[in-house]
């Protein structure tokens, strides 16, 4: 069973950035296998996928973190990262990475979560 770990989150003021994290770790094929995505959730709204890495390295952004936010993984680490800049106060939520299998289709684990919070 994968088990994640995301960490990095905090509170920043617009404009600032922020770097997570997110360690796999359990039974797992290898980290390298894995597409990995990473989902974001504010309140009252729904879950929306932010970033996704697949096996190949192939990137993909929701329009809205484009040219901001860079995801990235190191498989000797088994680490997920999420490089976000020039925060704005819409990317408040908390954020997730999941490991996805089947073409990034049937996500099999998911992280506890970690906060991200961006004041004006």
């Known amino acids: 069973q994968v088990h994640l770990v995301e960490s990095g989150g905090g509170s920043v003021q617009a404009g600032g950035s922020l770097r997570l994290s997110c360690v796999a770790s359990?039974?797992?094929?290898?980290?390298?296998?894995?597409?990995m995505r990473w989902f974001r959730q504010a309140p009252g709204k729904e879950r929306e996928g932010v970033a996704l890495?697949?096996?190949?390295?192939?990137?993909s952004y929701a329009d809205s973190v484009e040219g901001r936010f860079t995801v990235s993984k190191d498989n000797a680490k088994n680490t997920l990262y999420l490089q976000m800049n020039s925060l704005k106060p819409e990317d408040t939520a908390m954020y997730y990475c999941?490991?996805?299998?089947?073409?990034?289709?049937?996500?099999?684990?998911w992280g506890q979560g970690t906060q991200v919070t961006v004041s004006s």
């Open positions: 359990g039974y797992m094929y290898s980290y390298s296998t894995y597409c």
């Open positions: 999941a490991a996805l299998r089947r073409g990034c289709t049937l996500a099999i684990a």
């Open positions: 890495i697949d096996s190949d390295g192939r990137l």
